[in-house]
């Protein structure tokens, strides 16, 4: 991983500002950090390159705000969502938005340098952040019927309980659903999973099956 890359944490609960900013820096990352979303949008157009680390619920103007803002300046930054428990529904609009990732609080360092390390290769361009919808539609064609419903669920956002009931399945079996899409589709984590469904441009929808 490239020393001294940027990092812009944006969250407004000073304590986890100075908690990422601590273990980032301990990771050979350069950290900028933000009490609010107004307050990067107020510098963004003349920041130097970097990810940007944003938390999703925050007063004033909130993360999915921030990042739609970022968009209609034309600020093309990797964004990687930070989210609560609960928030998954925000998060999939955050994806939809084009962010690269959303990661759970609290979350594990692996987790946050293996979403950074996406990151900065997108920085550098060596990123194909431009999947073909084809390929996506080939990975997505290797699903079962089950895990597509469950990959529907989560793409309009419902936890793992409401995509239970709605299919007449335990919770229990929508996780090992959900754990062999994510193998099928090769990908490390619901926001890449939820990336490809995107870039495929569809809802997959197929007769219901056992």
């Given at each position: 991983m490239p020393h001294n890359r940027l990092v812009h944490v944006i969250d407004d609960d000073e304590g986890m500002r100075r908690s990422?900013?601590?273990?980032?820096?301990?990771?050979?990352?350069?950290?900028?950090?933000?009490?609010?979303?107004?307050a990067f949008l107020k510098?963004?157009?003349?920041?130097?390159?970097?990810?940007?680390?944003?938390?999703?619920r925050m007063p004033g103007m909130d993360g999915l705000e921030v990042q739609q803002e970022l968009g209609k300046r034309g600020i093309d930054l990797?964004?990687?969502i930070v989210t609560g428990h609960g928030d998954i529904a925000l998060a999939v609009k955050a994806?939809?938005?084009?962010?690269l990732h959303f990661i759970?609080?609290?979350?594990e360092k692996e987790t946050l340098l293996a979403a950074l390390e996406e990151a900065n290769a997108r920085l550098?361009?060596?990123y194909d952040r431009n999947m073909s919808a084809a390929e996506a539609r080939i990975r997505l064609a290797s699903l079962t019927a089950?895990?597509?419903?469950?990959?529907?669920g989560l793409i309009e956002g419902h936890p793992n309980k409401v995509i239970a009931h709605s299919l007449g399945i335990s919770p229990r079996t929508v996780e090992i659903h959900r754990a062999n899409l994510m193998e099928r589709l090769r990908v490390r984590s619901l926001s890449e999973a939820l990336r490809i469904a995107f870039i495929a441009n569809e809802i997959i929808k197929i007769p219901n099956a056992s």
């Open positions: 990422v900013a601590f273990m980032l820096s301990h990771a050979n990352f350069k950290v900028e950090t933000y009490a609010s979303g107004v510098v963004a157009q003349n920041v130097v390159r970097g990810s940007v680390l944003l938390d999703l990797p964004v990687i994806m939809r938005a084009g962010a759970e609080k609290p979350y550098d361009r060596s089950r895990e597509r419903d469950v990959l529907n």
